[in-house]
């Protein structure tokens, strides 16, 4: 089992909707995890970060850990086509210096 | 504040060849990592500095080189090229490193592309 798994996509998602982005870990990396968006062409920039179990809400996303499963969620509520974008979800790896990231999401809102 | 800066944003070379991509942390950041992002392999990291000491290493062949400077700002160098290695080259800084808290903020990148 790789590290940290997407779903690649690509999502898409009416305009308004709620989008919901999934990602399992292995037991290889710390419990703490990242979202970034990375637009085309760009760079990744930080969306949330979380390191306890349950939700974490910051404007229209929140991000939800369930260490049992093994399972980290990103809900972006009353979805706008400027979300269209790649999201990348990241962990650090257990007792090395590096975070590892998963193959991205590719979504894409939908007017 | 200032964001992470690279150098240069884009580079074209000819196989053979090779390159220095430069990276300038966030003030006050002491670790700089780098990453290689393609369109088949994602991103994958490379190598990790902290305090002009390398911590980490990625599975990349030895032609791929860093180091970082006392002001923290890091250098990355890539020897004779090949055309697998064109890709974005992403520079991120941190406090302290890839600790379970420390936010990693990304550079602009450097698009490098072999021909």
């Known amino acids: 089992q790789k590290e940290v798994e997407q779903n690649s996509g690509p999502l898409s998602v009416p305009e308004g909707a709620i989008a919901s982005l999934n990602c399992t870990y292995s037991d290889r990396v710390s419990q703490s995890f990242f979202w970034y968006r990375q637009y085309s062409g760009k760079s990744p920039e930080l969306i949330m970060s979380?390191?306890?179990?349950g939700d974490k809400e910051d404007g229209r996303f929140t991000a939800q850990l369930n260490k049992a499963s093994q399972y980290v969620s990103l809900l972006i509520r009353d979805s706008q086509p400027s979300d269209s974008a790649t999201y990348l979800c990241?962990?650090?790896?257990?007792?090395?210096?590096?975070?590892?990231f998963g193959q991205g999401t590719r979504l894409t809102i939908n007017p | 504040k200032a964001g992470v800066t690279q150098t240069p944003r884009y580079l074209i070379k000819t196989r053979g060849q090779q390159v220095t991509l430069s990276c300038s942390p966030i003030s006050g950041h002491r670790s700089v990592s780098w990453y290689q992002q393609t369109p088949g392999q994602g991103l994958q990291f490379l190598f990790e500095?902290?305090?002009?000491?390398?911590?980490n290493k990625g599975n990349f062949p030895g032609r791929f080189s860093g180091r970082q400077f006392s002001n923290s700002r890091s250098e990355m160098n890539v020897s004779t090229l090949e055309l697998g290695d064109s890709a974005l080259y992403l520079c991120a800084s941190s406090f302290l490193g890839a600790l379970s808290t420390d936010t990693q903020y990304f550079g602009p990148g450097t698009r490098l592309t072999v021909l």
């Open positions: 979380i390191y306890s179990n």
């Open positions: 990241a962990a650090p790896n257990q007792g090395a210096q590096k975070l590892v």
């Open positions: 500095y902290f305090s002009e000491t390398q911590r």
